[in-house]
């Protein structure tokens, strides 16, 4: 004959599981509808890659070395995925913007990626850097999977952590079992015998 008390832990602890597992997936999804959302809105509107050619003209760089911007360039510039951003040197100084490098009297093409962006050592600014804010064209699910496994995992787990330390503090006990609901059975003999002892019979 199945031992009682066992099978009732081994319910509770099949409850537990499927209860962590329908946490675990029940925030991926909120997350990952969250982050779709938000996905969606910082693509909306993205327009055709488009070609932004900066002349470069021979005297430039010591304008740039007295605080002038004569390129007009902003501290923040902003492209989409897929622009090509074109360097026409014609000055007779290397500009670097990052790691890319354009000698004297030299053109270079940059095909830009979100990856690309960032902030950056920039001769073109008489700051000496920029930030290059590169945003994606399209929505594209890659860029939300991990936050939203790793983050749907953490906060389910962190859920059901939660959720188990509530009731341990309400109830006392563990709140899948039954007698832990509704109190231990008592054996009625077991009872009789208590009180005749306590009576001294």
């Given at each position: 004959?199945?031992?009682?008390?066992?099978?009732?832990?081994?319910?509770?602890?099949?409850?537990?599981?499927?209860?962590?597992?329908?946490?675990?997936?029940?925030?991926?999804?909120?997350?990952?509808?969250?982050?779709?959302?938000?996905?969606?809105?910082?693509?909306?509107?993205?327009?055709?890659?488009?070609?932004?050619?900066?002349?470069?003209?021979?005297?430039?760089?010591?304008?740039?070395?007295?605080?002038?911007?004569?390129?007009?360039?902003?501290?923040?510039?902003?492209?989409?995925?897929?622009?090509?951003?074109?360097?026409?040197?014609?000055?007779?100084?290397?500009?670097?913007?990052g790691n890319?490098?354009?000698?004297?009297?030299?053109?270079?093409?940059?095909?830009?990626?979100?990856?690309?962006?960032?902030?950056?050592?920039?001769?073109?600014?008489?700051?000496?850097?920029?930030?290059?804010?590169?945003?994606?064209?399209?929505?594209?699910?890659?860029?939300?999977?991990?936050?939203?496994?790793?983050?749907?995992?953490?906060?389910?787990?962190?859920?059901?952590?939660?959720l188990n330390?509530?009731?341990?503090?309400?109830?006392?006990?563990?709140?899948?079992?039954?007698?832990?609901?509704?109190?231990?059975?008592?054996?009625?003999?077991?009872?009789?015998?208590?009180?005749?002892?306590?009576?001294?019979?």
């Amino acid at each position: 004959m199945a031992d009682p008390s066992r099978t009732k832990k081994h319910i509770s602890s099949q409850r537990r599981l499927i209860e962590a597992i329908a946490l675990i997936i029940g925030s991926t999804i909120v997350i990952g509808g969250l982050s779709s959302i938000a996905l969606l809105l910082y693509t909306q509107g993205s327009r055709q890659p488009t070609t932004r050619t900066i002349l470069i003209p021979e005297g430039s760089y010591a304008l740039i070395e007295q605080g002038e911007n004569p390129l007009e360039i902003p501290s923040t510039w902003s492209f989409l995925a897929d622009d090509t951003l074109v360097l026409d040197n014609r000055d007779d100084v290397a500009y670097t913007l990052g790691n890319w490098y354009v000698p004297p009297n030299t053109v270079r093409r940059f095909e830009l990626q979100p990856a690309y962006g960032g902030f950056f050592v920039c001769t073109l600014h008489p700051s000496g850097a920029i930030t290059l804010d590169i945003q994606p064209r399209d929505y594209d699910f890659r860029l939300i999977a991990f936050p939203t496994f790793g983050f749907g995992l953490s906060v389910g787990i962190i859920l059901f952590v939660g959720l188990n330390v509530s009731r341990a503090l309400d109830g006392g006990g563990d709140p899948y079992r039954r007698d832990d609901l509704m109190g231990s059975p008592v054996d009625p003999s077991a009872k009789e015998q208590e009180d005749s002892t306590s009576m001294g019979i």
